[in-house]
């Protein structure tokens, strides 16, 4: 057994196509849509820490203390670099840092008007290529970064990742046994261009597998 020294952080996650690299947070403060809600009522909200946990050394990185009003959200790997998501409340931005897996430093890259989404309910990173995405409780599924574009989907229709020209997306029924799909959207107009029976499974490699 290897002692890991989190301060306090007990759950890691892998990154996708960043076998070597695993993230925690506290979640000081819930989801970010739930610190949201809490700057929102009061004014301030306590911050999440993020670490990164290199693998197999076990070495423990934490990329940035943040402030009250910022928080982060999950982050991607994605062509040898960690992408991170931060919303500063009090700025009103929504902020991509970049961290180089290589030296561990980061950088902040990107910067969008926190003002360009409806609220923080489902905005999250995705990659290859990066975008800010964002699947609100309204429905619908919508890319912030690079370009904006919006999509109505189905009911029960959540977003997986893209690929190419293609965005994957994954839904469920019950009519009246359980059941689920993936759907294929493109990304130029939204289109349903291919259904596939079962659900999908992404390897850490980044691949993904349909099963069913």
């Given at each position: 057994?290897?002692?890991?020294?989190?301060?306090?952080?007990?759950?890691?996650?892998?990154l996708r196509e960043g076998e070597a690299w695993y993230c925690g947070t506290d979640y000081a403060s819930g989801d970010l849509y739930e610190a949201e809600e809490i700057y929102a009522e009061t004014g301030t909200v306590r911050p999440n820490r993020l670490i990164f946990v290199h693998h197999p050394d076990g070495a423990v990185y934490e990329?940035?203390?943040?402030?009250?009003?910022?928080?982060?959200?999950?982050p991607v790997f994605v062509a040898e670099k960690i992408y991170i998501?931060?919303?500063d409340f009090r700025?009103?931005?929504i902020q991509i840092l970049e961290c180089d897996t290589a030296t561990v430093e980061v950088r902040n890259t990107i910067e969008q008007p926190?003002?360009?989404v409806k609220d923080c309910y489902?905005?999250?990173l995705a990659g290859d290529p990066l975008m800010i995405t964002r699947q609100g409780a309204e429905g619908g599924f919508e890319i912030i970064y690079p370009a904006y574009r919006a999509y109505e989907t189905e009911a029960n229709e959540a977003f997986l990742y893209r690929e190419g020209e293609r965005l994957y997306f994954s839904v469920w029924y019950e009519d009246p046994d359980y059941r689920?799909?993936?759907i294929v959207r493109d990304i130029a107009t939204g289109e349903v261009v291919e259904r596939l029976r079962g659900s999908v499974?992404?390897?850490p490699s980044g691949e993904g597998w349909v099963l069913g």
């Open positions: 057994m290897k002692r890991i020294e989190t301060n306090g952080i007990t759950c890691l996650e892998i990329p940035a203390l943040l402030e009250a009003g910022q928080y982060f959200g999950r998501l931060l919303v700025k009103k931005l926190l003002t360009s489902n905005l999250r689920e799909e993936v499974f992404i390897t």
